[in-house]
């Protein structure tokens, strides 16, 4: 056996050791910072009122770098629950703080995230089914806003993201105003609403729990696509306009109609509720 084979042979091991070693401490250290090693801090506050049957109450979230999530509940009071993940290796740890304020019926939670590691915020919001929530309020600046007020009787809201998508969904006449820069906007109502919603880069989607007769509907995009579900027995006077897209009309009969390639009016039933559509670049579908 030559001295120069064997040399190439350590050689050799020595590259595959010291490759494994650098594979390994990559593979630490991407879990470490992408969060598999991080850590989770979870605060809650909760406001319990008093409050009594049939009570009306104002909630109001405002963070940063936060996304909210609206619940029913039944506990009997408002409370907020923020959980922060993060990538924070080397036993580094950030803290979550929500600071509560109440005067009267009208509470304020505002969520106090770190800053200085990769992570995601979420806020669950749960609110009472045995009040009425006459305003809700919910404003950030990085994440998105999700709304599910189902059994919970909802008069207004609120909804403003700069980078996020926001979702409203309830089965009662709302007035709301739903208000990002960089997002989605979805929308499903009861008819009778007043809303108005407005994204500069993001789609928007609207669709009502049965026929619509009253109310005013207000859908505005930049960049981007609105499509629009309405009921067939809704009486609403509609009216869209694109610059560079088109409208699609489907499965609905208008009277007194006036179109061309990128702008629709027409009336449904009696119009006696109006439904604007605008987008600059982006299509708009009626169906």
């Known amino acids: 056996m030559s001295s120069s084979g064997g040399s190439s042979r350590i050689a050799v091991f020595a590259a595959v050791v010291i490759g494994v070693a650098v594979v390994i401490s990559a593979v630490v250290l991407s879990l470490a910072y992408s969060g598999a090693l991080g850590i989770v801090d979870s605060t809650t506050t909760r406001n319990s009122g008093p409050y009594s049957v049939g009570d009306f109450y104002a909630v109001s979230v405002k963070g940063v770098d936060n996304s909210v999530v609206v619940q029913p509940s039944d506990s009997g009071s408002v409370f907020l629950t923020t959980t922060v993940t993060a990538a924070a290796p080397f036993g580094s740890h950030p803290a979550v703080q929500i600071i509560s304020q109440a005067a009267g019926n009208s509470i304020t939670f505002t969520v106090d995230t770190p800053t200085n590691s990769v992570r995601s915020s979420l806020s669950t919001l749960y609110l009472p089914l045995q009040f009425t929530a006459q305003n809700l309020s919910i404003s950030v600046l990085n ?41 989605n906007i979805e929308l499903a109502v009861s008819g009778g609403s007043d ?93």
């Open 143 to 183: 994440g998105y806003i999700t709304v599910n007020s189902a059994p919970i009787p909802l008069l207004n809201a609120n909804l403003q993201s700069t980078n996020g998508n926001l979702i409203l969904t309830t089965v009662t006449s709302v007035s709301a105003n739903l208000t990002t820069v960089n997002g």
């Open 195 to 287: 809303v108005t919603a407005s994204t500069i880069n993001g789609n928007v989607y609207f669709s009502t729990s049965g026929a619509i007769s009253s109310g005013s509907i207000r859908l505005y995009s930049d960049n981007g696509n609105i499509a629009i579900g309405i009921d067939s027995q809704s009486n609403v006077t509609v009216s869209a306009v694109t610059v560079n897209g088109f409208i699609h009309i489907s499965y609905l009969r208008f009277s007194s109609v006036t179109s061309s390639a990128t702008s629709f009016s027409g009336v449904l039933g009696s119009g006696s509720a109006e439904l604007q559509a605008s987008t600059t670049n982006g299509n708009v579908t009626l169906s």
